[in-house]
């Protein structure tokens, strides 16, 4: 692998691990056994080095989920494929993650927020839209408010004031988050999908 690519990756696993905060140049090129004017030959700052790695992680996030809802056979079961891949995410995510993003990294923190007012709003609004004419979805949502209500939830949960880390795991609070959205959402057909992919039998 290209040594660029390298720091790139390996820098991204010690951000989620530790915390951007938390995490030195120095930590970067001991984690990966080099000098530091190695990791200064391609990254500029440590600035530089966070944008791209996010960069290049939201780019790996909006690819996996084109390919989890193109995969699909419907609506709910792209949500379901969503809440896998929230569980993988989270067990590598730091709770500061955001609060270090939006204090200490602007840009990257930007790049975070055109994501989601991008991308996100709209493969959310997309998918809701396909459940309603699937009937797995109520047709009285508002897809509007609904959709950036999903968007709101994603980081309520990183929220240290309403989840604090020495409370609630991170990973359990946004699959919570999800599948309370997921049964707000359904109908009576989506609901009896849901309970078959939780593998659930529920009384009527």
């Given at each position: 692998?290209?040594?660029?690519?390298?720091?790139?990756?390996?820098?991204?696993?010690?951000?989620?691990?530790?915390?951007?905060?938390?995490?030195?140049?120095?930590?970067?090129?001991?984690?990966l056994?080099?000098?530091?004017?190695?990791i200064?030959?391609w990254?500029?700052?440590?600035?530089?080095?966070i944008?791209?790695?996010?960069?290049?992680?939201?780019?790996?996030?909006?690819?996996?989920?084109?390919?989890?809802?193109g995969?699909?056979?419907?609506?709910?079961?792209?949500?379901?494929?969503?809440?896998?891949?929230?569980?993988?995410?989270?067990?590598?995510?730091?709770?500061?993650?955001?609060?270090?993003?939006?204090?200490?990294?602007?840009?990257?923190?930007?790049?975070?927020?055109?994501?989601?007012?991008?991308?996100?709003?709209?493969?959310?609004?997309e998918?809701?839209?396909?459940g309603?004419?699937?009937?797995?979805?109520?047709?009285d949502?508002?897809?509007?408010?609904?959709?950036?209500?999903?968007?709101?939830?994603?980081?309520l949960g990183?929220n240290?004031?309403?989840?604090?880390?020495?409370?609630?795991?991170?990973?359990?609070?946004?699959i919570?988050?999800?599948?309370?959205?997921?049964?707000?959402?359904a109908t009576l057909?989506?609901?009896?999908?849901?309970?078959q992919?939780?593998?659930?039998?529920?009384?009527?």
């Amino acid at each position: 692998m290209e040594i660029r690519e390298r720091i790139l990756q390996e820098a991204l696993l010690l951000f989620f691990r530790k915390g951007i905060k938390a995490v030195s140049m120095d930590d970067v090129a001991a984690h990966l056994s080099v000098s530091k004017k190695t990791i200064y030959k391609w990254f500029a700052n440590k600035d530089e080095l966070i944008y791209e790695s996010m960069q290049q992680h939201i780019k790996g996030m909006e690819n996996s989920c084109c390919h989890a809802i193109g995969d699909a056979s419907n609506a709910m079961e792209a949500m379901f494929q969503m809440v896998e891949m929230v569980r993988g995410l989270m067990q590598q995510v730091h709770p500061s993650i955001f609060f270090d993003l939006q204090k200490y990294h602007p840009q990257a923190w930007a790049l975070w927020q055109e994501h989601k007012n991008g991308f996100f709003l709209q493969q959310t609004k997309e998918h809701l839209q396909k459940g309603i004419k699937e009937k797995l979805f109520r047709e009285d949502i508002d897809v509007e408010i609904v959709a950036r209500l999903r968007l709101a939830e994603v980081e309520l949960g990183f929220n240290s004031e309403v989840y604090p880390t020495t409370q609630f795991d991170l990973q359990k609070v946004q699959i919570a988050l999800l599948e309370h959205f997921i049964l707000g959402l359904a109908t009576l057909k989506g609901h009896k999908l849901v309970n078959q992919y939780k593998q659930i039998t529920e009384e009527e």
